[in-house]
């Protein structure tokens, strides 16, 4: 099946998210989609499953005009799509969420359920899947659930799959897995958009890549362009991928965990009798597959988590059994990983936001009121220092796109007065620019002789910045090893096979 | 630097540990039967009476010594809580049958204690029969409750569509002089009463709970308003509706006890029995059903397969609200007779309270409702056949047991993960 999709322009406001876009999908083809976050390929994406309506353009399927008002109607034309977010529903079987919308019918009008267990099966069996139609969905591993996404687009005949970021939450083996995957549907005359920021899977995998930058199609590049040509064409300037660093200068033992333990909201342990220090002047990099307990162990430094057992300190400091406003008091900073929900107050200010550690005394309180002169003094100083993109200090804070937002939550905590700098995915969800600031910004940090923890499911980033890595799986450390650690035995860290 | 050894699947996963709250508390109730009704117990014969006097055949009464048939009971009331325990323990869950028989045999130690030396005897006809039909109102508003939070929509007003549903049924019942009337319009009225719900919720998503309460208030304003401004000078002519006849079925309505309990009965129950078994096969057997219950979990997952996620909740909670309009006209026509100021009294948040109590499951929430039925008849029984005991006292204990035994369930089970969530697209 051959799609073409003709000028489509969408608008959200006066925002152009995706501003007079054409392509062409050949059948079998893999064509990637390369861009940034929010440069609108997801918005493309949703206008072409008819979650969303184009303000302009056509989609064309081998050549006849099509309208979807919905995405039954993008369904039944034959596109499937696999979200970033899973679209299952947990509580439900592998067979249930697969004839969900479509489902098989006995005689009485009751569901076929067998009839949907064969379904999966045989699709399952015929690309080598191995899902089990009765299992749930939420006691799956997110790569078995992505399988099941995908069995749930070709159960309804998708002939062509949109694959909007599914590496974001694979482990490096998992995504070779799901690499294999794209190339055995396309052979079989699946056409698929592979939706994608990281540059090294559009090598691997694409026959095709268009670059997206700002709601607009900027070029056509070729699987052989190197990932700097790509990169460049993506930020739309030279880009330098490596983050340039001295060695360490290691100082003394400032953090140090002790046979910690957390549990979480359902009492499970998530932390698992973990141990490690953390030198002055050094990058510890946490890396992982998200949920193995990196967030809870963030949280329990922090104060934010009850501790079940074990202890830890900071340069001596036993911050146990303190609250958060105690372990920020000792000279401990946070970059929370969702900043929209644990970093910022959306309808707050930007100078709001950047004094909302430091409403108890001194520099933005005078007595029991705020010093506004002084607050706006400080957030005039911190937007120029950290190059904080706004027409002015009073917008608010979810006006701001998602780099400049993290840029306010990184600015906030690192112009205290720190020790120890805890970053959990410090540039998740952020432009390449921003990216490029904010790991300067955490390596200026060590080299002033602070102690860092960075938590990261990006092994890019892990890589760049880290001088020691520890693996966490299922809340313990696998090890901890050197920076110079190759991608591959990461990766099999990653899956819990020690090193 | 520090290597750790480590193999494959040398991690286990993460482990929750099974409460023992439920085990706890059957094996403290089963100590109070034990000791207070059995050895501190009353030294008299309870007579439990099986038949009434109408029916053809007759069961001899039951007669035992109080003391050594609650002891008797306690004791085994004390081994199923042990079992309990011990397979809580091993990891196991405690069978709801046995949490059932437990109940039954609490229940008739609780009864035999009360009615020790009375002369009327423990009327079991007279106790199961009114429970049911006191249960009814809370079994059709829990099945409402069911259908729009199973969709994602919290229904408050399940009281107000109670209570629309008893006034209409009453006052339509009586003027045309035929109940059915006056039913089908009691669930035509709490219908519309529930599209106004449902289409500020879903389509101007207006808070859900601030919906349900205005329509409640507004409800019971109006109602009252009408029947003192109109109804109650004219009682005859317009809240005289009597009850439906009851409807022996043939045959069934002759097996001893459980035929005069059951199918000796109103429409009212008999389309309950219905009822029932239908929604937990639509919910759970049929497309519709596992549609509805996409819709309520993840709204957008629903979206992205093709179902409409409005239409789905307007029509879950319209029908529902029909269904709760029933409620209120069994509350009438299926046992008062007429229609009173506030007459839901409050049912309709009992029947939410049972929906959480029973799962989100038809049958399960039916069984949560004839609790509450029983708890209602036992203060009306006790006081007769024990007079001056502290009532108030008696009726909380079937509760508080319920409650701490729920408290152990509650982990298991949880809400449609997008109950009271508004759903907006794009």
């Known amino acids: 099946m051959k799609l073409e999709v003709k000028n489509i322009t969408k608008r959200f406001g006066t925002l152009v998210a995706n501003d007079n876009i054409s392509l062409t999908l050949q059948p079998g083809e893999i064509l990637s989609l390369l861009g940034e976050n929010g440069a609108g390929k997801s918005t493309l994406m949703n206008v072409l499953y008819g979650l969303l309506q184009p303000d302009e353009g056509q989609i064309l399927i081998d050549d006849k005009v099509q309208k979807f008002s919905g995405p039954g109607e993008a369904m039944a034309a034959g596109i499937g799509m696999v979200h970033q977010h899973f679209m299952l529903i947990p509580v439900f079987t592998v067979a249930e969420n697969v004839v969900l919308g479509h489902e098989p019918t006995g005689k009485v009008g009751n569901l076929d359920l067998n009839a949907a267990r064969k379904l999966v099966k045989k699709i399952s069996d015929r690309f080598g899947f191995d899902i089990d139609p009765d299992a749930k969905i939420q006691d799956l591993p997110v790569g078995a659930q992505q399988r099941v996404e995908i069995i749930k687009s070709l159960a309804r005949d998708a002939k062509i799959l949109v694959l909007d970021e599914p590496t974001a939450v694979l482990t490096p083996q998992e995504t070779d897995e799901l690499m294999e995957i794209m190339r055995g549907l396309s052979k079989n005359g699946t056409s698929i958009i592979f ?305 | 630097m520090t290597n750790i050894e480590v193999t494959p699947g040398m991690f286990s996963s993460a482990e929750t540990k099974p409460s023992l709250k439920t085990p706890i508390t059957l094996v403290a109730a089963a100590l109070v039967v034990l000791i207070f009704f059995g050895f501190l117990g009353k030294t008299g014969d309870i007579s439990f009476v099986w038949s009434d006097k109408r029916e053809a055949i007759q069961l001899p009464p039951f007669i035992v010594n109080s003391m050594f048939f609650c002891t008797l009971v306690g004791a085994a009331l004390l081994l199923i809580g042990l079992l309990s325990i011990a397979l809580t323990i091993r990891g196991g869950k405690t069978p709801v049958w046995l949490i059932a028989i437990y109940g039954l045999g609490a229940m008739m130690a609780l009864l035999g204690w009360l009615a020790t030396e009375a002369t009327q005897g423990v009327q079991m006809i007279f106790i199961l029969g009114n429970t049911l039909v006191l249960a009814i109102p809370l079994i059709f508003g829990g099945m409402a409750g069911i259908m729009s939070e199973r969709v994602g929509v919290v229904n408050i007003a399940i009281e107000g569509q109670l209570l629309t549903g008893a006034f209409v049924s009453a006052i339509l019942g009586t003027i045309t002089g035929n109940l059915y009337i006056g039913m089908i319009a009691a669930m035509i009225a709490s219908g519309l009463l529930s599209m106004v719900l449902a289409s500020l919720a879903i389509k101007y998503l207006v808070e859900q709970i601030i919906i349900g309460v205005l329509l409640n208030v507004l409800v019971i304003g109006v109602t009252n308003f009408l029947y003192s401004a109109w109804v109650d ?194």
């Open chain 1, 195 to 499: 939706i994608t920021h990281k540059l090294r899977e559009v090598q691997q995998v694409a026959d095709r890549i268009i670059v997206i930058r700002q709601g607009k199609v900027v070029s056509e590049a070729s699987p052989k362009a190197s990932a700097g040509e790509l990169a460049s064409l993506m930020v739309g300037r030279e880009v330098d991928l490596n983050t340039s660093k001295k060695a360490a200068k290691v100082g003394v033992e400032t953090l140090v965990v002790k046979d910690l333990t957390v549990l979480d909201d359902r009492n499970q342990q998530m932390v698992n009798g973990i141990s490690f220090s953390v030198h002055d002047g050094e990058v510890l990099a946490i890396a992982g597959v998200q949920g193995n307990g990196q967030t809870e162990l963030a949280e329990a430094i922090l104060g934010l988590r009850k501790i079940h057992s074990g202890s830890i300190q900071v340069a001596g400091q036993d911050l146990t059994k303190s609250n958060v406003r105690q372990v920020l008091e000792a000279g401990v900073g946070y970059i929370p990983e969702d900043r929209k929900k644990d970093g910022l107050v959306g309808d707050f200010t930007i100078a709001e936001n950047l004094m909302l550690d430091g409403s108890f005394g001194k520099p933005f309180a005078k007595g029991v009121q705020i010093d506004f002169a002084k607050r706006d003094e400080i957030a005039e100083k911190l937007i120029k220092e950290f190059d904080i993109r706004t027409p002015s200090a009073t917008t608010l804070a979810k006006q701001l796109s998602g780099g400049n937002q993290q840029k306010v939550v990184v600015a906030r905590e690192m112009s205290r007065d720190l020790k120890v700098l805890i970053a959990s995915q410090p540039t998740r969800g952020v432009d390449v620019g921003s990216i490029e600031f904010i790991h300067e910004q955490i390596v200026a940090a060590r080299d002033a002789g602070k102690t860092v923890v960075i938590i990261s499911t990006e092994l890019d980033e892990v890589l760049s910045l880290a001088d020691r890595i520890a693996v966490m799986y299922r809340g313990r450390f696998v090890g901890i090893v050197d920076a110079k650690t190759t991608r591959e035995k990461l990766g099999k860290m990653m899956a819990g096979i020690a090193a």
């Open chain 2, 233 to 426: 000078d004219d009682s005859i002519n317009l809240n005289f509706p009597g009850t439906f006849e009851k409807l022996p079925i043939p045959l069934l309505s002759e097996i001893p006890v459980l035929g005069q309990v059951l199918f000796n009965n109103r429409i009212t129950v008999y389309l309950m029995f219905v009822l029932v078994p239908l929604l937990w096969y639509v919910l759970f057997r049929t497309k519709l059903g596992l549609r509805a219950r996409a819709v309520g979990e993840h709204p957008l997952a629903a979206d992205t397969v093709g179902i409409n996620v409005g239409r789905t909740r307007f029509w879950w909670v319209t029908i529902g609200g029909m269904v709760a309009g029933l409620g209120g006209a069994s509350l009438t026509l299926g046992n008062v007779g007429s229609f009173g100021r506030e007459m839901s009294a409050g049912l309709g948040f009992i029947a939410l309270a049972v929906v959480i109590l029973g799962r989100w499951q038809p049958i399960y929430v039916t069984l949560g409702a004839l609790l509450f039925g029983f708890t209602i008849i036992l203060k009306v029984w006790a006081n007769q056949v024990s007079p001056g005991i502290p009532v108030d006292f008696i009726t909380m204990v079937p509760y508080l047991v319920t409650l701490v035994a729920v408290a152990g369930f509650a982990g298991r089970v949880k809400p449609p993960a997008a109950s009271g969530q508004p759903y907006v697209k794009g």
